[in-house]
């Protein structure tokens, strides 16, 4: 995704510099290319234009502070905005009533209703040593009460049966009186996954919530979710009073434009994120890092994450102990590298989690890095001998001609891998006091409106 | 109304939404009068225009104006937007539409619809593709997709269709992990009336191996093979379907022979991305779009079509075992350009 946001605003600034407040002239091509970055996030349309004139409004006439570009200055205005629609310091559960608080969850199918209400079980029980019950009055989705059952039990929270031939009302009735009678903090209603302009199903949760009285009526949206999240979301909060929603399956690469359209048209704040499909898997909500995805920004601690994850630790702590003892860093590092950098998801996964500015950087050092020539530079390094590898300046035009032969590549190509190598090196050098963390970390701070 | 609510009302009222709807178009009401004939078409047009309505200006209304202008091309760009065409097909389209125009064969606005039309229905024609499981038996098909999509709904679907077409079906409880699927499965099966092989063991590609040899040895025609759902983030779990597959080759090299990948229409752009990552670990070769029976439209096809083609083999309509239909392009371009007045008409 280097189709982002700052660097749009490169080429649109290009000319604009020195230009010492933001204009209505200056603002049009911009905001231009702020509506393209929210659409490829699947921020409904609507919402757009709402959040556009908003930005627009604020931004004229602001002055461009010191060596800020009016580019900057405007992204700094996107930024703050999107942050502050997204909702200030995330809010837990309200469970402030005489128990049981009874909690409803609502959403389309497969949104992760099930899933969240054992995770948020789970946090209530050890965060908050809340006593908790689960209910499933999901009758229709084939084991959907098995599945509140299983999940339950791995969460360590108490789940009152049910069985598909009930009725919904008659559920929840029954598991309120038991809830009182044995005294539960905490009663979790799971219902069935439904569609919004299903008027049968939307009447019986809109029913349903009129007899149980929730604190808290939450809706799960699936983060994925593309234009209709304004629809869907639209509907429920006219069938329910919502008091808040929940975001699920942040953990894969969605913008997650979804966030703002449901957030604009509920007015309801984001409480929690689900980023696993473990019971552990849930989150505080964190407007500005949503606000800086959606924005293309880059995720830079997924990134960070994902390289805890899937970074061999031992290899790269070998490789800190060798950098530190002094012995330079090689083509059996440089190799190490690659097969790393694969295991993170290749070049173009990596690439689309970095910040524009950072990602161009990336494609500038290596023009010719992606997934296809990292094989290919994998194979030059292979075909070359031990003290090769260990000692690439003994390479010369013989050595290379042999390598090339052995490759199935140029001699120009084997040049160019020496090349991105030195290169690699003088990189190393300069970082050679952390490891690959320390340098993600690094390139996190020279992030504005960054945390 | 709330006799939909009783279980085994459900399906037909999932079959006929616009009966319980309180929609105002004329069409609603015309297939409220007549639940039973409503196909799917109707189904489709009803969602697909349900959402215009509410939200932008509905093309019939677009295309009944007298002149083409910027705005009219410009409210278009919206249509195709909110349906999710992305922004890449959308451009694609729009510059198709205004090269027609400056080619000054078109006259009214209602040419325009034409040729917006035809350029969707050439741009999805190579997405029709049916099909065809006679080639190989057992046929085994592995189904996978991001969690929730409607894999395990569509295998139940699917095991009905085949079954109505005189195959044999087996089904593989492929989904070790989450919770309660493997019940899930066998309540499909149930409905289905046919056997579905499960192991108490985690390993998916282990109950896959065992199903296709169950086949074999019950001369089943078509093994429907369930998997968890998975986002192509976790990249083990990309990894772990891959392995599935190397062990359907190794029991079959000639196998497997689909790959069907499950997108769920009210998903955005990043079903883009899902095509392009489960085709790098598993090659998909076919696409079911599901829970089209509600507002989202499934535009993200277009942009499917334009940056990582797949055969649209089914779409899913419904949680009912009968909610599923082959892919017909034609029909899903009328549904989807026509707006409240044009699915009366
Ligand atoms: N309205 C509608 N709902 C559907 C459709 N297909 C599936 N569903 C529902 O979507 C939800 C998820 O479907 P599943 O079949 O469990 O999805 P899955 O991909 O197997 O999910 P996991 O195995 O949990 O990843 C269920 O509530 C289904 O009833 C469809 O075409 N229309
Ligand atoms: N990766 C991931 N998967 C999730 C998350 N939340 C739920 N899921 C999965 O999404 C699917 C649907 O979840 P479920 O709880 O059954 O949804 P429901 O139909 O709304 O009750 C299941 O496969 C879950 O394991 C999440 O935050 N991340
Ligand atoms: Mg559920
Ligand atoms: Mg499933």
Redesign the pocket.
Known sequence: MLDNLTQRFGRVVKNLRGQARLTEANVTDMLREVRMALLEADVALPVIKDFIAKVKEKSIGQEVIGSLTPGQALVGVVQRELTELMGGASVGLNLATQPPAIILMAG???AGKTTTTAKLGKWLKERQKKKVLAVSC?V???A?IEQLKTVSAQAGIDFFPSTPDQKPADIAAAAIDYAKRHFYDVLFIDT????AI?TAMMNEIRALHAQVKPIETLFIVDAMLGQDAVNTAKIFAETLPLTGIILTKLDGDARGGAALSVRHVTGKPIKFAGVGEKLDGLEEFHPERMASRILGMGDILSLVEDAQRNVDQDKAQAFAKKMKSGKGFDLNDFKEQIGQMKKMGGMAGLLDKLPAQLSQAAQQAGSTVNDKSMNRLEGIINSMTPTERTKPEIIKATRKRRIATGAGVSVQEVNRLLNQFEQTQKMMKQFSKGGMQKMMRGMKGMLPGMR | MFSFLKKKDRPSA?SMPDAADTATSAHDATSAATPAATSWRDRLKAGLSRTRAALTTPLGELFSRNRIDEALLEDLETTLLTADCGIDATQWLLDELKSAVKKNTLESPSQLRQVLADRLTTLLAPLEQPLDVTAHKPFVIM?A?????????????LAKYFQSQGKSVLLAAG?TF?AA?RE?LKIWGERNGIAVIAQESGDPAAVVFDAISAARARNIDIVLA?????LPTQLHLMEEIAKVRRVIQKIDVTGPHEVLL?L??NIGQNAVQQVKAFDQSIHVTGLVL?????TAKGGVLAAIARQCPKPVRF?????GID??QPFRVDEFVEALLAGPENAAA
């Open positions: 389309l199918q497969g999901d229709y989705r084939p959907a069935a996954g439904r569609l299903d | 999932l189904i997709g991001v969690n929730g999509a409607g894999k395990t709904t569509s295998i139940g679907k989904d989450r699927a899930q369930d998997t968890a759902g998975r499950v769920d229409a599901t829970k089209l029976d509600g779409i899913g309509v419904g949680e909610d599923l």
